[in-house]
């Protein structure tokens, strides 16, 4: 089993920054590929990020591609999402998710671990 646990959600006006983290545990071997996906209220769930763990390679949704940066500390075991220039069309519960999957997939059916979540609400 694997644990996540996300920090880091609070309310910024437009234009501000947040940086989410994503703490893992558990069965550390147990995920190749972590992303972040968010969900607004009467919305499914969307891709946001994702970052291959072996590597650091990086993949965006388009939304967030030059204000979003999505990193890991591998002797932490911890996935982090800065989030710049946020919008109010950003508010959302944000979450992180682990695979053993190598290949990195913008769909959340095709992730087994999930965290919590987190909420961010962006003012105008």
């Known amino acids: 089993q694997v644990q996540l646990v996300e920090s880091g959600g609070g309310l910024v006006q437009a234009g501000g920054s947040l940086r989410l983290s994503c703490a893992a545990s558990?069965?550390?071997?147990?995920?190749?590929?972590m992303g972040w996906f968010r969900q607004a209220p009467g919305k499914e769930r969307e891709f946001v990020a994702a970052?291959?763990?072996?590597?650091?390679?990086?993949y965006y949704a388009d939304s967030v591609r030059g204000r979003f940066t999505v990193s890991r500390d591998n002797a932490k075991n911890t996935v982090y999402l800065q989030m710049n220039s946020l919008r109010p069309e950003d508010t959302a519960v944000y979450y992180c998710?682990?695979?053993?999957?190598?290949?990195?997939?913008?769909?959340?059916?095709?992730?087994?671990?999930w965290g919590q979540g987190t909420q961010v609400t962006v003012s105008s």
């Open positions: 558990g069965r550390t071997f147990s995920w190749n590929r």
């Open positions: 970052i291959r763990w072996v590597n650091g390679i990086t």
């Open positions: 998710a682990a695979d053993q999957a190598v290949v990195v997939s913008a769909s959340p059916a095709s992730y087994r671990y």
